[in-house]
């Protein structure tokens, strides 16, 4: 089982910048994939970005597009989510996840398909 410790959070005003980390223990990690989720309050969690298991792939949701990075650390079992050009309506609690699937090639990513999840940690961007 793997616990995922997100770090990183915090209050910034719109058009600032948040870097957060994801740490990764208890199994091995540079074989899964690893996505960044969010959820507002009164909202559906949904989906931020996505890292293929290798880093070589990524893919982001349209509003996130362009103003956020996805990377990982494979050597420090870390996934990173670098957000730039914040809006306030990036304001959630930003969780990471790994994949169910090893070795995962495709481009085909769901919730469904993150079996482990860490706490979350909040982000508010202020207008």
């Known amino acids: 089982q793997v616990q995922l410790v997100e770090s990183g959070g915090g209050s910034v005003q719109a058009g600032g910048s948040l870097r957060l980390s994801c740490a990764a223990s208890?199994?091995?990690?540079?074989?899964?994939?690893m996505g960044w989720f969010r959820q507002a309050p009164g909202k559906e969690r949904e989906f931020v970005a996505v890292?293929?298991?290798?880093?070589?792939?990524?893919y982001y949701a349209d509003s996130v597009k362009g103003r956020f990075t996805i990377s990982r650390d494979n050597a420090k079992n870390t996934v990173y989510l670098q957000m730039n050009s914040l809006k306030p309506e990036d304001t959630a609690v930003y969780y990471c996840?790994?994949?169910?699937?090893?070795?995962?090639?495709?481009?085909?990513?769901?919730?469904?398909?993150?079996?482990?999840w860490g706490q979350g940690t909040q982000v508010t961007v202020s207008s």
């Open positions: 890292i293929s298991w290798s880093g070589t792939r990524s």
């Open positions: 208890g199994r091995t990690f540079g074989i899964y994939a």
């Open positions: 996840a790994q994949d169910t699937r090893t070795l995962y090639g495709g481009t085909q990513f769901t919730t469904a398909d993150f079996g482990s």
